[in-house]
């Protein structure tokens, strides 16, 4: 901060301020009621500021932080970046808290012209229940079935494209198979390949993000996958999950299983324009990290706490 100017010059300064910024008047009327020059007006306004006399605060009205939104954006390189506030690391209402903000986000940025690509997950229900309108947008499920009934992609997309009023794009089988032959088989059925043909038409996409250490993944649990893989996916670097992309902490992605998910690949998320992330609390902050450094995502939302641990490591 610049040193405090004498009393005079200070109520000099504080006279400008306030006819500016109190009154809305601009720097030509204050020059012209004061007989400085615009000039003069300006370094005074300047003054204020560097000198402390004015504070300029930014502020949400809606719990947004704004000053850690601006500083992910940055550091990151986001196209959407959206900090909250939120009073607990409970899962359930973290869940509920960003699953909101990424409704209010979409319900924003969504035109008739998009078409929006969903997978599945806890983050992802609380927005589908959050939602009130929708454009009529397409609707396209990008990955299969994975978790309780009310967090699958399914019923994701049920609830998203009743508000769009539109035909959803859905794939009705497991996240994982078995074996990769099998995998091709589903992947072969009319309606399945159907689905597949939408990602490319995706605009906007939004997926969970899911940790692999710590364990805090629908993935992890599907029962298509041994014990056997996941400890093999575990020692080769996997700390978080996309969708089915799997991601170590450099941001590389294992590519070990892909022949036997049923969901958009690297290559198709990086075909996306815009592709946004949602998920937060210690437990995923690791998993997040490396997604950021993936480039997969273009759009981050994420409470303050875990903004404040990306920033800071």
């Known amino acids: 901060m610049a040193q405090a100017p004498g009393p005079g010059r200070q109520v000099q300064i504080a006279h400008i301020a306030t006819q500016h910024y109190l009154r809305n008047k601009t720097r030509i009327e204050i020059a ?72 209010d986000l979409l319900s924003e940025i969504l035109t008739d012209d998009d078409v929006l690509g969903l997978t599945s997950g806890r983050t992802l229900s609380s927005m589908a229940r959050s939602l009130t309108t929708l454009p009529k947008c397409g609707v396209v499920q990008l990955a299969g079935v994975a978790g309780p009934i009310q967090e699958t992609g399914l019923e994701i997309m049920r609830r998203v494209s009743s508000l769009a009023g539109v035909r959803p794009w859905t794939i009705y089988s497991p996240l994982v198979i078995s074996d990769a032959q099998a995998a091709l088989g589903v992947r072969r059925q009319p309606d399945t390949a159907q689905t597949f043909d939408q990602f490319p038409r995706v605009t906007v996409a939004v997926g969970a993000v899911g940790s692999w250490q710590p364990e805090n993944s629908q993935m992890m649990k599907n029962r298509a996958l041994s014990e056997e893989d996941r400890t093999k996916l575990l020692e080769r670097g996997v700390v978080a999950e996309f969708g089915a992309t799997l991601i170590a902490d450099s941001g590389e992605v294992i590519h070990d299983i892909d022949d036997r998910c049923i969901a958009i690949s690297e290559a198709g998320w990086r075909a996306i324009p815009a592709v946004i992330a949602a998920g937060g609390g210690p437990s995923k902050t690791r998993a997040i990290r490396a997604l950021l450094a993936s480039g997969l995502i273009q759009g981050l ?11 800071g490591g």
């Not at 940055?74 to 973290?94: A, G, I, T, Y």
């Not at 939302?301 to 920033?311: I, K, P, Q």
């Open 301 to 311: 939302v994420t409470d303050s706490a875990t903004a404040e641990r990306l920033l």
């Open 32 to 103: 012209n009621e004061t007989g400085l020059s615009r000039f003069k007006v300006a370094r005074l306004l300047e003054e204020a500021v560097s000198t402390g006399i004015v504070r300029i605060e930014i502020q949400s009205p809606s719990g947004v932080r704004l000053d850690l939104s601006v500083q992910l954006a940055e550091r990151f390189k986001l196209d959407h970046s959206v900090v909250v506030d939120v009073p607990s690391d409970d899962e359930q209402v973290l869940q509920a808290r960003l699953g909101s903000t990424v409704g």
